[in-house]
């Protein structure tokens, strides 16, 4: 079964200074893995997804992120961090085609201070 | 435009009284799912299904039913709801091949 791990469950950063939000992953086959964001009193939107083409993967706003198999991680980053950012961040992981079961982390909440 | 919707957005209720919340997608999706979110847990799926007519169970799946009679809707429905289903559930559809979920705006369910 698949499982998602994300380090930190809030993470605070100066604007204009490297987002860094970690996710690791467990699964018994290559995965797919995806990262959404969610603002207040909104729904998930996807922000980047893995399947398999580049490791390195670029999504909206700014944000990529790099899935590395010998240390199943697949971390967010963003090298100038906004205030629109604040958000919450979460990272998914799937091993049937990313359409099935979609298994979540807990989530990290991002704070950007001024 | 391309969306998935879901209805109520805002629900308060009595224990036990049966309640349908509506999704649909506009997007000819085959899959669609549904997610409670909880504070500290994350997103739990609690049903999915992969066509009309096929249907699966998620990591949570007690107290709560679906169907999939047209491509396009998938309610989710709580016979007798209880407090521990206040909740936050989302509906969400992909269409086949690691696209990801696209998610619905979420109604929130008070159950007292």
């Known amino acids: 079964a698949q499982s998602v791990t994300q380090l930190g469950s809030h993470v605070s950063v100066s604007e204009g200074a490297l987002v860094l939000l970690r996710c690791n992953y467990s699964?018994?086959?290559?995965?797919?893995l995806f990262w959404y964001v969610q603002y207040p009193n909104q729904g998930l939107q996807l922000l980047l997804k893995?399947?398999?083409?580049?490791?390195l993967v670029k999504g909206i706003n700014g944000f990529e992120a790099e899935f590395k198999k010998s240390e199943t991680s697949f971390h967010l980053t963003k090298p100038s961090a906004h205030m629109s950012d604040a958000a919450e961040y979460f990272c998914a992981v799937s091993d049937r085609g990313g359409s099935e079961k979609l298994v979540f982390g807990k989530g990290t909440k991002l704070t950007v201070n001024p | 435009e391309a969306q998935v919707t879901q209805n109520p957005r805002y629900l308060i209720t009595v224990t036990g009284k049966k309640l349908t919340v509506t999704c649909s997608q506009n997007m000819n999706h085959e899959y669609m799912s549904w997610y409670r979110q909880d504070p500290g847990l994350g997103l739990r799926q609690i049903y999915y299904s992969m066509n009309v007519e096929v249907t699966d169970k998620g990591d949570v799946p007690e107290g709560y039913k679906v169907s999939r009679k047209e491509k396009r809707n998938f309610p989710l429905i709580l016979e007798s709801p209880s407090p521990n289903q206040t909740s936050l559930y989302f509906c969400?559809?992909?269409?086949?091949?690691?696209?990801?979920?696209?998610f619905g705006s979420g109604t929130r369910l008070t159950v007292v």
């Open positions: 969400a559809s992909s269409s086949v091949g690691g696209a990801g979920y696209t």
């Open positions: 893995y399947t398999s083409a580049a490791t």
């Open positions: 699964s018994s086959v290559p995965p797919y």
